[in-house]
C-alpha cells in the first residue's frame, strides 16, 4: 500500500465541474486517503478567488461599507457549487455563524481560512470522507513556527482514528488558541505537513500545469515539462524565478524523504513532475531546468595585488552592511571582484555606494554596470559530467551574445551567466535549444 496525501488549489476546485473532477481523481486510486483542499480560486481571468472576497469581507466589516454584497457574493459561490454537484449539503448555518463572527472583531487570518473550511466541508460531503478541522490538527508555536511536537502527535492520533479525511489547507491554529493562516499559497504547506504527519508515500500536488516547465514558457515557446527534479534543483530554480509551489511547503516533506508529484487536475493522465530528495536520481539531460531574471547590477572592483590584501572583502562588504544591502554573487578574478546586487534593492543610491566602496578598499578602478539579467542553468547531471559548461557557453556565443559574468556553485549543479537585459531572451532561447534541440 502506498498512502497518499492529495491536495487540490484553488483553479481545481474553483466550481462544480472542478469539484467533480476532483472527486473523480480521488475515488480512481484508493490509496488518495488525505485530501487538502484549497478555497474556490478563478473561475475565468477576472474572476476573484474566494480568499480574495473573504479578505474584502473582512476589511468591509472594519469599513461599514459594502459587506452584505460581497457576503452575498461568497453565499453565491458555494450554494451555486452545492447545488450544480446535486447535493442535499446546507451551509446556512455555517455560513451565517461566519457572518457573525466577522461582525463581532474576528480575526482576518479567521476570515480568509473560512475559504478552505467551507471547501473542506462541501468536498468531504461530495467524498463521504469525514472532515477534520485544520485547526484541531496543525498548531503553531509562540514564534510563529510550526509547533511540531503538537502538530505531529495530532496526526499519529488522526491516523489512529481514521483511515481517511478530507483537512482543509492555508491554517491552523495559533498558540493564544485562534485561528492562524500560512502566508498565500499556503495550502501547499498544509498538504506537506498532511503529507508527513500521516506518513505518506508520496505527496501529489494538483494544480492546473502539468508540472515544472524546463523554463519560463513567456521566454520559450512551449518548453517541455520536468519529469524528475530534486529539492535542491527546485530550491535554486525558485530563487531565481520559477514558481508553481510555496516555497515552505518543500522542508516537511523533504525532512521526511517524501516526494511531491505536481499534477494537473485538468490533464489527470499526465505523470506531471516528481520531486525526489536523492541527488543521484536518473535524469534524461545535463540540465534539469533554466531560470532567469532581469534587474541586477554589478559594482566592479579592480585593485592590483587585492588578492594578497588581507581584509579587503571585509572592507568592501561592510559598506554594503551598513546600507542593509545583500549581494547575490561575487565573482571574482585576481585583481578583480564584482557585487552582483538586485538593482531595486540599490534604491536609486547605486553611485554614491559604489564610491563609498571605492574609498574603503582604495581601488584603481571601480564602476557600477547595471542592466544586467542572470540565468541560472541547473542540473544535477552536471554535477561531475563533463562538457556541460562548454556546450552552455557555445550556445551563447553561437547567438551573438556576450557573458558579462559566470559563476559555478561549488555544487557542480548551478552555472550563473549575467548578460545585458536586452539579450536576456536570445541567451535563455540558445541554452534551451542547445539542450532540447528537437523541441
Ligand atoms: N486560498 C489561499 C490563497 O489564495 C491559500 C491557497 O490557495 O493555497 O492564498
Redesign the pocket.
Known sequence: MSLKVVKF??SSLADARQFEKVAAIIRSEDDRRYVVP??P?KRYDNDT????LLYSLHKAAETGEGFEEIYARIVKRYNTIIADLGLSLDLGQELSTIRENILNGASRDYA?SR??YLSGIVLSNLLGYPFVDAADLIFFAENGDIDEERTYEAFYELTKRLDRAVIP??YGRAADGSVKT?S?????ITGAIVARGVNAAIYENWTDVSGFLVTNPRIVERPRSIDVITFRELRELAYMGASVL?EDAVFPVKAANIPINIRNTNEPDHPGTLIVNNLRAASSSPITGIAGKRGFSIIHIEKDGMNKEVGFTRKALSVLEQHNISFEHLPSGIDTMGFIIQTDSLQGQGEAITREIGKAVNADEIELISGLALIAVVGRGMIRAKGTAARIFNAISRANINIRMIDQGSSEMNIIIGVDEYDFRSAVNAIYAEFFPQD
Do not use: C, L, P, Q
Open positions: 488549489g484553488g484549497s478555497a480560486g478567488k474566494v480568499t480574495d480568509a475559504g478552505e489547507g492555508f500560512f498565500r499559497g499556503g495550502s501547499d510555496h
